[in-house]
Each structure stands twice: as C-alpha cells, then as structure tokens.
C-alpha cells in the first residue's frame, strides 16, 4: 500500500521556523520526484501552489519564488522521508502543507501519482 505521510505543521509566530516531513511507503522512494504543495486558505485544493521539489532525474531541487531563500527541501532516501525546513515563517505562509510523488520528473498540481493527507501550519502576526 503506498502511503504518503506528512508531519511537523503547528502555529508558530512570524519569524519562527518549522520543519516538515513526509515519510513514503509503498514505492520506490528515489525513483519519484517529491513535491511540497501547499493550499492557501479559501483556496482551492486545485489551486494548490507548488513549492518546492527534488527530482531525481534531474539531480536538483525547485522552489517557487515565494519562498526560495527561506525554505529548503531535502530527502534521505534511507529513510524514505522527505523534509520542508522553513524558515522566516509569514502569515502568507498559513495553509495546508501537502506532499505528493510523481514517477517522473517535478510537474504540476494536476500530475501527481501520491499524495499524503496534509499537516496544517498556521503563522500568526
């Protein structure tokens, strides 16, 4: 059974930091591209924004404009567990932080084969 699980989201003040993790069971963990998608309150789950994401194939990691710099992405295909370190939290931060595996390389929301059920991380000003 493949599995996706996402853990570490809280409240945390502006500034602050959190660590995500997404532990992956049931596939081949460094055969995918991992993806950290995260939906916007009052957002769709569709409108979900890409932000980051290691591809294998590739051998490097994408982040989105808004928060390169502030959060780094990383994997230990040991563990089979990837990792969101964010760092200089916002309140435009607040959503719901999703992970999500594609037996290719990073793409778009729409695209995914996996997905975990998502950790909540809220930013208050």
């Known amino acids: 059974e493949v599995q996706l699980v996402e853990s570490g989201g809280g409240l945390v003040q502006a500034g602050g930091s959190l660590r995500l993790a997404c532990a992956a069971s049931g596939f081949t963990f460094d055969e995918y591209a991992i993806a950290w998608f995260r939906q916007a309150p009052g957002k769709e789950r569709q409108e979900s924004e890409g932000?980051?994401?290691?591809?294998?194939?590739?051998?490097?990691?994408y982040y989105t404009d808004s928060v390169r710099g502030r959060f780094t992405m990383s994997s230990d295909n040991a563990s089979n567990t990837a990792y969101l370190q964010m760092n200089r939290l916002k309140p435009e931060d607040t959503a719901v932080y999703y992970c999500?595996?594609?037996?290719?390389?990073?793409?778009?929301?729409?695209?995914?084969?996996?997905w975990g059920q998502g950790t909540q991380v809220t930013v208050s000003s």
């Open positions: 999500a595996a594609l037996h290719s390389d990073c793409s778009g929301y729409g695209n995914y084969d996996y």
């Open positions: 932000i980051a994401c290691i591809s294998p194939s590739a051998g490097r990691t």
